[in-house]
């Protein structure tokens, strides 16, 4: 925060709050109940106008509005984190059997990652849907809160709603259901209080490949052994200016949404019902990462919050792939904003970052997925207790509709690390 109001130097600083600067000016239109149509660097759902508009109404202007909203995001994710950290104990490690200390990494990795992702963290709209995702992950129990979370998120910036991903097979209804209800009661809502909400679908489509991306470093690199490769500022961010990109980008992302529609099949298929939801989520999620025509440093935000849900759970085997996107995490901030001049004139350490940032998170990716892959090829919790369980005299006590497995050997199983 300190970097924002500029009481901390910092490289090219006063690039961070463009964005800011950007949505202050829409506040303006919006608290008059109309959304930027025609405006194409408006890039938001619905939900996000309520936002803006909102940042207007409150503080001395709307930056400072916007910047409170900020922190309060960033305040209720760390809260969330906390208590679901103290409500899931740990063993103590030091012989105590009978001591148990509140969970505490979950939330020293959120604190931790603002420090990795730079001024981004605060000066950007995505911590907003990175606590809906939160909440939504958090509130898995009680499937339709977790759906209703996960729609308030797909309002604000679409990817939360990939938290339905979560969910075990027996609660996919009751999740859609409360996604559904509260999605529609969202746009109801926001229908009747501005107009040309739903502007933002076509801008996306529009889009071509921004500098960032991964599929745009190929060209980078080209660049920098000497090849031309034009740039355009385009939707609120540099794109490389040449037309096989448009071909390329909806390839990539065609890919990517044929890999979480994989995902989602598997889910309705049963077949990652003993894999840890949110290894499902964050898997999913660096897919459309990687897929996108767009990879701004402020999707680290997203990572973070994901990625501090999945260290809660003991049973989660992405940990190797999270210290591997912390190295993209914190590449990111040196590109961005201080070396993203350089970047775009390939010059050789800027381009040497981006490719340590690209692979590292393609890296991460792949590895989630293969980690999946291979959970869903070994055999279930259930199949082991059977060929553990003797032949004679023992039989399973578990309740099939409410799926509670309190009582049965399988909860006699080492869990997978």
Not at 98 to 126: E, K, N
Not at 313 to 333: K, M, N, Y
């Amino acid at each position: 925060m300190g970097v924002i109001i500029g009481l901390v130097p910092y490289p090219d600083g006063p690039l961070v709050i463009n964005d800011v600067l950007l949505y202050s000016e829409w506040s303006q239109l919006l608290v008059t109940g109309r959304f930027p149509i025609g405006d194409d660097m408006w890039q938001y759902p619905p939900g996000a106008g309520a936002v803006f508009a909102l940042s207007a109404l409150i503080g001395a202007s709307p930056v400072v509005g916007f910047f409170v909203i900020a922190l309060a995001a960033d305040a209720a994710i760390l809260v969330m984190l906390l208590i679901a950290g103290f409500r899931r104990r740990r063993p103590q490690t030091d012989g105590a059997a009978d001591t148990v200390l509140p969970d505490l990494m979950p939330a020293w990795a959120w604190v931790v990652s603002a420090v990795l992702i730079g001024p981004v963290f605060l000066a950007r709209f995505d911590l907003l849907p990175t606590a809906a995702a939160v909440a939504a992950l958090l509130l898995i129990s009680r499937p339709r809160l977790s759906g209703g979370a996960a729609a308030v998120g797909a309002l604000l910036k679409v990817w939360p709603g990939l938290a339905l991903l979560a969910l075990p097979r027996r609660s996919l209804v009751c999740g859609a259901t409360g996604f559904v209800v509260t999605a529609i009661a969202i746009l109801i809502a926001v229908s009747l209080w501005a107009t040309g909400g739903v502007s933002f679908v076509g801008e996306q489509q529009s889009r071509g490949l921004q500098v960032e991306s991964v599929a745009a470093w190929p060209f980078l690199v080209a660049q920098g052994f000497g090849a031309e490769v034009p740039f355009e500022f385009r939707f609120g961010a540099m794109e490389i200016d040449l037309d096989v990109t448009i071909g390329i980008g909806t390839v990539v992302t065609g890919i990517g949404l044929l890999l979480i529609l994989g995902l989602g099949i598997a889910r309705l298929l049963g077949m990652l019902e003993d894999i840890p939801g949110v290894d499902v989520v964050l898997t999913a999620l660096l897919i459309s990462m990687i897929t996108s025509r767009v990879l701004s440093p402020q999707y680290n935000v997203w990572v973070a919050g994901v990625a501090a849900v999945a260290l809660m759970d003991r049973r989660t085997q992405l940990r190797p792939v999270i210290a591997l996107l912390a190295i993209s995490v914190t590449v990111t901030q040196v590109i961005y904003p201080f070396g993203y001049g350089s970047l775009l004139s390939s010059q050789w350490w800027a381009l040497g970052l981006q490719t340590v940032r690209i692979l590292s998170l393609v890296a991460a990716t792949v590895w989630a997925i293969a980690v999946l892959i291979r959970q869903m090829r070994a055999p279930s919790l259930r199949e082991r207790a059977t060929e553990a369980t003797p032949a004679a005299g023992i039989t399973e006590s578990t309740d099939e509709q409410s799926g509670d497995l309190a009582g049965s050997p399988i909860r006699q199983l080492p869990r997978p690390n």
